[in-house]
């Protein structure tokens, strides 16, 4: 079992930047993908970005390339999504999960474990 906790999420101007932190509990993480995935009320849930352990792979949904950027640290079990030109579009609840590398690591379906979520308002 690993256990996921968001943080970092808050209220921000359009255009604005938020650090997102997901920390893990267990040292297994370090061998997972992990990913970060937004939900607006009413709709799915959506890919936003993800990062292999090996930390040069990584990958982004189009509207947040350029402007996200995601990282680890698997040393202390450690998340992060940088966010930078934020727009209000942005605005939803992140996720962090993780669990092992698939094809379809854009899909939810693809990860054992979830964080509780972090609340992201980009006003404008």
């Known amino acids: 079992q690993v256990h996921l906790v968001e943080s970092g999420g808050g209220l921000v101007q359009a255009g604005g930047s938020l650090r997102l932190t997901c920390a893990a509990s267990?040292?297994?993480?370090?061998?997972?993908?992990m990913a970060w995935f937004r939900q607006v009320p009413g709709k799915e849930r959506e890919f936003v970005a993800a990062i292999q352990w090996r930390e040069s792979n990584t990958y982004y949904r189009d509207s947040v390339k350029g402007r996200f950027s995601t990282s680890r640290d698997n040393v202390n079990n450690t998340g992060y999504l940088e966010m930078n030109g934020l727009k209000p579009e942005d605005t939803a609840v992140y996720y962090c999960a993780t669990g092992p590398w698939a094809m379809g690591y854009r899909l939810p379906r693809q990860y054992r474990y979830w964080g509780q979520g972090t609340q992201v308002t980009v006003s404008s």
């Open positions: 267990r040292r297994t993480f370090h061998s997972y993908t």
